[in-house]
C-alpha cells in the first residue's frame, strides 16, 4: 500500500509540475511580451522597458518559470497585472465558493445517479426502468448554462425559495443564506452529472446482474433485488468510484459556466473576467489552481477506490 | 457497409443519423438562404410569440429566432466536423508514435497523456483565449487537443491489445516492420473504437462551442452561435422563458445525437453483439 501510496504520489507532483509548465509556457510562447501587453499600443519604448524590469522579465523565461514555481511553493502566486493585489490571496477566497459549488455538485450528482442507475437496471425490463435511462441519455447532452437557465424560469416565475442570482456579499457569515443561494447552480451541474453517473451505474449494475454470485443468492431464495443489492451494489459502487475521478474534470467545467449564469463570486467567473482584460498572472494561477484540483482530487479517488476495493490488494497485505 | 445497416436497425441510432443529416441540410441550405435574414433588427416586433412568420418568434432587438438558430447549424456542424479532425489526428498521431518508438519514449507519452486528460477542454480554450482573443479557432484547436488525448488513451489500450495477438507475432516473425504492422494490422482493428470515439468527441465540441460562445470567448457577433444566442437572451430568462428553449433544444439535441450515434456504431460495428443476435 505504502508503495502505491508513494507512486501515486510521484505522479501527482509530476502531473502539477507538468501542468504548471503547460501553462506557464504556451501563456509566454505566444504572448511574446508580456510588458507591451501591460503597456498599451500608446506605451513608450521606456515605459515597456521598465515595466520589464520591474516584472522580472528581462531575465530568462526558465529562470522566471523557477521562480513562479518556488512561490507557488510558499503559496505565492505573484501580483495581478491589473490590480496588483496578490493572486494567491484571491484565488483562495473565490475558492470558497467554487469548492462548496463543486463538492454540493458532487453530492447531488450522486444521490440522484446511484439510486436511479441501480433502479433503473433492475427494472430493465419494465417501462419504468427504460424510461429513468432514456432520460438519463437526454440530460447528460444538456448543456449546463441552458440547464441553469430553465431551472431560473422555474424558480423566478413560479417557485420562489432558492436566490436565482449572486451570493452573500459578507461570504460564509451567514451560512445558510450562501448555501442556499449555491442550490440552484449545484443542482444544474449535479443533475447533468448525475444523469452521466446514472448511466455508469446501470451498465455495472447489468453487469452485476450477470454475476454467478447473484444467481447462487436466487437460487437460495434471495430476490434478484435483495442478491443485487446485498452483494452486488459493493461492485457497483467501486466501479462508480473508479469513474469519480473523471467526472470531476466535468463538475469543474460546470461550475465555471453555472457562476458565469448564477452570478456567484467563484474562480471560473473570475477566470472568465481575466482572460477578458487579459490579467496573465491571474489566469496562469487560476488555471493552476482549477487543473491542480483537477489533479489533486484525481489522486485522492485513487486513494481511496485502493483503499476500499479488496482485489486490488497486493497479497500479503 | 453492413454497420450502417447494422446502424439503422437501431430505433436510437437511425433517429441520430436522420436529425444529424437534417442539421447537414440546414447547414447547406442556410448558407443560400433562411426565411428571414438572421441578423435583421426590427425593434418594433421585438419579443414577438410564435407564429407562422416568426416560428420561434423573435428575440429583444426583433431577430427572428428561428432563422437564427438555422443559420447557426454551420457554425456548430463546423466547428464539430474540424475538432473531429483535429483530435483524431492528435490522438491518431501520439499513439501511432508512441507504438513505433522505444519503450522509453512510449511509457513517457502515456504519462503525458495521463496529465492532459486532467485538463478539461473549456481551461484549455480559457488558457489560449487570454492571449490570441476568443474565436472558433481557438474551440476547435482547445477541443482538438483536449479530446485527442482522450482518443490516444483510448486507442493505446487497443493497440496494446491488438498487438499482443497471435497474428501481430505472426507477421513480426516473418519479418513485417513496425511500420507495416502499424499501417496492416494495428490501425484496421482500431478503426471501430476510433470511429465511436470521433462521434464522441463532436459531441464535446458542440459543448465545448456552445460553452465558449456563451462566456462570449467562441463565435464572433457576426456569426449566429446557439451558444451566444444562449447569452444574449440570458437576462430575460424569466420574462420571455420560452424563447430560450429553441438554442438549448438546438444544442441538446445534437449533442444527444452525436452520443447516441456513438454508442450505436459502438454496436454496429462489433461482430461478437451481430452474432450473439442472429442466433438469439
Redesign the interface.
Known sequence: MLRFVLSRFV?LV??LV??SA??FF??RL??GDVAQVIAGTQGTAAQVAAIRRSLGLDRPVVVQYGDWLVGLLHGDLGRSLVTGSSVSSQVGQKLEVTLPLAGLSLVFGLLLGIPLGVVSALRRRKISGTAISVVA??F???????GG??L??LF??SIKIFP?QGFPSDGWAEPGRALRSLILPALTVGVIEGAVLLRFTRSATLSALDQDYVRTAAAKGMTKTRAVIRHGLPNVLLSVVSVLG?QI??L??GA??VE??FVLPGVGRM??S???V?D?TK?QGE?LA??GL??IV?FVVDLVHRLVDPRLREVGE | MTWLRELFRRPAGAAASVWLLLLVVSAIVSSFWTPIDPFTTDPYHAWAAPSPKHLFGTDGIGRDIFSYVFAATRTSLLVAVSAGVLASLVGIGLSAFGSLTSRWVRDSIAVLIDILIAFPTILIAMLLASILGGSLFVVVVATGIGYGVNIARVSRAEIRRVRRTDYVLAARASGVGPGGILLRHLLPNVAPTFIVQLSLAMATSILAEAGLSYLGYGASAQTASWGRLLNDLQNYISIHPLSVVWPGLAITLTVLAFNLLGDGLRDATDPRLRVRRRTR
Open positions: 505522479l509530476l502531473g507538468v501542468a503547460l501553462i504556451t501563456l505566444l504572448t441519455q437526454a447528460a447532452a444538456v448543456p449546463a448554462v441552458w437557465m430553465i431560473i424560469a423566478a416565475v436565482t473523471i474534470a466535468g469543474i467545467v465555471v459556466l458565469q449564469l477566470l472568465v481575466d482572460v477578458g487579459r496573465l489566469v488555471l482549477l487543473t483537477v489533479l484525481g
